[in-house]
């Protein structure tokens, strides 16, 4: 059964770095198109961005609000989805999913909990 | 940037009574390419990841019961909860998938009255 898995999550302060890692396994990862979607506490479904396969150019895109100071990685050999995060701002605070684009989210994983804080 | 907007914000539903909750983009997500709308519909739980429940605006994902439907195209959607269940509370979300960025609505709480 296709799984996606999410770790790295924690507390840090404003203006420091985190790193999440999505490890799949169940469903050919090398040719899925993977995104970062977050949820700030109580709140809606906000898209992160999007990494296509290698094969599709292996393009990457960003929403607005953390363009520049997020990047989007893969290790297809690890079958992992990777999101660095840099200069975290308090808004930055959610649980942070990994999903598999169909391009519907067919699949996606239980969340890591970012919270920024000073 | 596609705007999704739902109503309601939230509703109540006797248990076996129907529950339809709309979705209206702020542009048609119709493709001229496969001739499909790209909508999403997810249903989310307390505590759990969305799930996906329809795609192509109306095509039911494997194994997501017969009660839940979608319709609409270019603009307007609904989806439709045939006979509530007590299982069926949860928030569901629209989601366009024709352009970056992805979009959501706000969601709709579905509640038993």
């Known amino acids: 059964e296709a799984q996606l898995v999410e770790s790295g999550g924690g507390l840090v302060k404003p203006g420091e770095s985190l790193r999440l890692s999505c490890a799949a396994s169940?469903?050919?990862?090398?040719?899925?198109?993977m995104s970062w979607v977050r949820q700030a506490p109580g709140k809606g479904l906000e898209w992160v961005g999007r990494?296509?396969?290698?094969?599709?150019?292996?393009?990457?895109d960003y929403a607005a609000p953390v363009k520049g100071r997020f990047t989007i990685s893969r290790d297809d050999s690890e079958s992992t989805l990777l999101l660095q995060m840099n200069n975290l701002r308090t808004e930055d605070t959610a649980v942070y999913y990994c999903a598999a684009e169909r391009p519907d989210f067919w699949r996606w994983g239980q969340g890591t909990l970012v919270t920024v804080s000073s | 940037d596609i705007v999704m907007t739902q109503s309601p914000d939230s509703l109540a539903v006797s248990l076996g009574e129907r529950a339809t909750i709309n979705c209206k983009s702020s542009q048609s997500v119709l493709s001229s390419f496969n001739s499909k709308n790209h909508l999403a519909w997810y249903q989310q739980k307390p505590g759990q990841p969305p799930k996906l429940l329809i795609y192509?605006?109306?095509t039911r994902e494997s194994g997501v019961p017969d009660r839940f439907s979608g319709s609409g195209s270019g603009t307007d959607f609904t989806l439709t909860i045939s006979s509530l269940q007590a299982e069926d509370v949860a928030v569901y979300f629209c989601q366009q998938c024709y352009t970056t960025p992805r979009t959501f609505g706000q969601g709709t709480k579905v509640e038993i009255k």
């Open positions: 169940g469903f050919n990862f090398v040719d899925a198109w």
């Open positions: 192509w605006a109306s």
């Open positions: 990494i296509k396969s290698k094969s599709a150019g292996g393009t990457v």
